[in-house]
């Protein structure tokens, strides 16, 4: 820190001590849940603050309200009848007493009756103004105050869009591709990008279904969509005083349907004079709404770096864990503070960058087709837990525990798991160690997507956009078979491993075994066991050394090979031939049998694959929304023939053939499982 830094933070510590000298409310209801809520709690509970849960029926026994001090039920499952209904949540905190909410992100936290039907009870909303809220919070609105604020903006349509003639007309005149988005809300839902007009009457209508649905208000804007840029936003803190600050950028660009996956802070591409001209832009338009509270004024980057304004979060963001970790400020202890009146704790010359901090959001989804998952956590063991601590460089933010279910009436975010390090690199390394050490069973997840980013070379060498999973994955991720390198560490340790369950004796010697599995080239090894119990495994004609570190029936399982390579293999199932593992996040099921054994196992028939080329299934477990088709109609490929709503996003349904409908299997407002029939075709 230089020396003017260091002399503002004098000065500021001897300004503000009778300020500091207080806790900002004595208790606080946190109107969220899962992992926000339980960030929150934390804060709050570090400075001495009651916290207050609120809690649906089916959360009865979560974690956040396990973690509070005391807990509310406001309502049954779904969300519009619990953590949405304002007068609850409202009623709950005047019950308890509590002097201030904390809305998290999602739910209400951009919703300016629900500050103002807190204010007029008495009750401070910790947040910004609702005037502020409702300006920025209309896309519309919002990019009309930017223009007028100077602030670099996309060209587009600044009004409502009637209907989908007046969209197909627009997005001609701005000329394609357009972007189709919900002018209320964010987080992707009521977003698509149209390429022509056909795609634009699509996109207006299942945009407008899904804003209405999301945020109870279906208008809609138009604007250019800026082909291959990256999403780049600047976190900025304010405060009733005057002061303005931004604590630097966040990269958002890894992202799918248009919600973020991976974030890292700083971006490994801006300039640090365009990263002052962003921050000032961001800065610029807080101070032209009166913003007072934590915010983030997201901009698309092009590969010039010309920066456009996007939309303005007026809220805590899911991803601001990075940006308290490259400056050490806690966004939420700021936001009890500005809520309670009080001056922001830092200046512009406080905030720096030290170090580099990536996240990655872990989601209850198939990593293939990006669909959410749900279930019960059979096993749930987070990485490091043991040294949790940020001196670690790991840190956690969930708000589950093993025995936790997913539901589908909300966001299937498992965590947020974020680590720390000097520079991105090890920042990189880190998280895929995190990952490795990260158990999630009884659900599918997205890890194995994850991982696979981390060691992508674009990635590595900050090549990315928001089109990037789209590039590297034009087929979409659907696993990844093993690498020469990786075959040669992971089948010896599975070896030991195997050798060390199926054979307790201890016995000395050699043993031969034959490793193979689905889409895996076999393998030949043979474990050799010392008379002092070490192991060797020989493979391709070489030697190496295999040290178990950890006791067989751990669920995670940790080897040492020659020069220091360590190996993290995660054990999920084992029938005494097929082990059911994650290697690199990436589920695996390899058997392992005496060549013997494997002679006869050839000899086996292979089972034939079920026909599903006429029925159309569920992709994912949801609510039947509509069927827009009858038995007996005939249908065009690629015509819409149903919607099924999950986590909140509408998926559409489409005829993969052209054909007679012959059977229709469900009706709207079915709750559906995964892979269960909805139409079958003659």
Same mark, same amino acid.
């Given at each position: 820190m230089s020396r003017t830094a260091l002399l503002s933070q004098f000065k500021r510590t001897i300004q503000t001590a009778a300020q500091t000298s207080s806790k900002p409310f004595d208790k606080v209801l946190i109107a969220n849940r899962g992992e926000i809520a339980c960030r929150v709690m934390k804060t709050c509970q570090s400075l001495g603050i009651k916290t207050v849960a609120v809690h649906s029926d089916?959360? @009865?026994?979560?974690? $956040?309200?396990?973690?509070?001090?005391?807990?509310?039920?406001?309502?049954?499952?779904?969300?519009?009848?619990?953590?949405?209904?304002?007068?609850?949540?409202?009623?709950?905190?005047?019950?308890?007493?509590?002097?201030?909410?904390? *809305?998290?992100?999602?739910?209400?936290?951009e919703n300016c009756k629900f500050a103002e039907l807190l204010e007029r009870n008495g009750i401070a909303f910790i947040g910004p103004k609702e005037k502020a809220i409702q300006a920025m919070g209309d896309k519309i609105e919002s990019k009309i105050i930017a223009r007028q604020a100077g602030i670099n903006c996309i060209p587009g349509f600044d009004g409502v869009v009637e209907d989908d003639a007046r969209a197909v007309e627009i997005a001609n005149e701005i000329g394609y591709p357009v972007m189709i988005k919900a002018s209320a809300g964010g987080g992707g839902k009521g977003m698509r990008i149209a390429w022509n007009d056909a795609e634009v009457v699509e996109g207006f209508k299942l945009s407008s279904e899904e804003a209405a649905a999301s945020f109870g208000d279906d208008r809609l804007l138009i604007e250019r969509f800026i082909d291959n840029p990256r999403h780049i936003e600047i976190q900025v803190l304010a405060d009733s005083h005057g002061n303005c600050i931004y604590l630097n950028e966040r990269e958002c660009s890894i992202q799918r349907r248009n919600q973020k996956v991976i974030e890292e802070a700083p971006s490994s591409f801006i300039t640090p004079d365009v990263r002052k001209a962003m921050g000032e832009q961001a800065v610029q338009l807080a101070r032209a709404v009166n913003y007072q509270s934590a915010g983030t004024v997201e901009f698309l980057v092009d590969s010039?770096?010309?920066?456009?304004?996007?939309?303005?979060?007026?809220?805590?963001?899911?991803?601001?864990?990075?940006?308290?970790?490259?400056?050490?400020?806690?966004?939420?202890?700021?936001?009890?503070?500005?809520?309670?009146?009080?001056? =922001?704790?830092?200046?512009?010359?406080?905030?720096?960058?030290?170090?580099?901090?990536?996240?990655?959001?872990? &989601?209850?989804?198939? *990593?293939?087709?990006?669909?959410?998952?749900?279930?019960?956590?059979?096993?749930?063991?987070? *990485?490091?837990?043991?040294?949790?601590?940020? @001196?670690?460089?790991?840190? /956690?933010?969930?708000?589950?525990?093993?025995?936790? /279910?997913?539901?589908?009436?909300?966001?299937?975010?498992?965590?947020?798991?974020?680590?720390?390090?000097?520079?991105?690199?090890?920042?990189?390394?880190?998280?895929?160690?995190?990952?490795? @050490? &990260?158990?999630?069973?009884?659900?599918? $997840?997205?890890?194995?997507?994850?991982?696979?980013?981390?060691?992508?070379?674009?990635? =590595?060498?900050?090549?990315?956009?928001?089109?990037? =999973?789209?590039?590297?994955? *034009?087929?979409?991720?659907?696993?990844?078979?093993?690498?020469?390198?990786?075959?040669?560490?992971?089948?010896p340790a599975l070896a030991v491993l195997h050798h060390s369950k199926a054979n307790r004796s201890g016995a000395s010697g050699s043993f031969k075994y034959i490793i193979s599995g689905e889409g895996e080239e076999r393998g030949e090894v043979t474990v050799n066991v010392g008379k002092d119990g070490s192991y060797t495994v020989t493979m391709d004609g070489g030697t190496v050394p295999v040290t178990p570190t950890e006791s067989l029936y751990e669920p995670l399982q940790k080897f040492t090979l020659d020069n220091g390579r360590s190996v993290t293999v995660q054990q999920l199932d084992f029938n005494g031939v097929t082990h059911s593992i994650r290697y690199r996040c990436c589920k695996k099921e390899l058997t392992i049998l005496s060549p013997l054994q494997q002679q006869f196992m050839d000899m086996?028939?292979?089972?034939?694959? =079920?026909?599903?080329?006429?029925?159309?299934?569920?992709?994912?477990?949801?609510?039947?929304?509509?069927i827009s088709v009858e038995e007996g109609d005939e249908v065009l490929e690629g015509t819409e023939v149903a919607v099924i709503v999950a986590m909140k996003m509408n998926n559409s349904l489409k005829a993969p053939k052209s054909g007679k409908i012959k059977k229709i299997w469900a009706k709207p407002g079915d709750v559906v499982d995964g892979d269960q029939k909805i139409i079958e075709f003659e």
């Open positions: 089916v959360d @009865d026994r979560a974690v $956040h309200v396990r973690m509070a001090d005391e807990a509310v039920c406001v309502g049954p499952a779904p969300s519009s009848e619990s953590y949405l209904d304002m007068e609850a949540i409202v009623q709950a905190a005047i019950t308890t007493g509590a002097q201030a909410v904390h *809305p998290g992100y999602g739910f209400l936290s010039q770096m010309n920066f456009y304004f996007l939309e303005m979060n007026t809220r805590l963001q899911v991803e601001h864990p990075i940006t308290e970790c490259i400056t050490g400020v806690d966004i939420v202890e700021e936001m009890l503070r500005v809520a309670a009146g009080k001056a =922001l704790s830092y200046t512009q010359a406080d905030i720096g960058i030290k170090g580099w901090a990536v996240e990655c959001r872990v &989601y209850a989804e198939d *990593p293939v087709r990006y669909l959410p998952s749900i279930g019960l956590l059979t096993k749930y063991i987070e *990485p490091s837990v043991a040294e949790n601590t940020p @001196d670690n460089g790991v840190r /956690c933010d969930s708000g589950i525990l093993e025995g936790s /279910c997913i539901s589908i009436h909300y966001d299937p975010m498992i965590c947020k798991l974020v680590t720390f390090a000097p520079t991105r690199r090890e920042a990189i390394s880190k998280m895929e160690g995190a990952l490795d @050490d &990260y158990v999630i069973d009884g659900i599918t $997840h997205n890890t194995p997507l994850l991982r696979e980013i981390l060691s992508n070379e674009a990635f =590595l060498t900050g090549d990315v956009s928001t089109k990037f =999973l789209e590039e590297e994955y *034009p087929q979409g991720f659907s696993g990844t078979e093993l690498s020469s390198s990786q075959r040669s560490e992971l089948f086996m028939p292979e089972k034939p694959v =079920l026909d599903t080329s006429n029925l159309i299934l569920s992709p994912m477990p949801g609510s039947l929304l509509m």
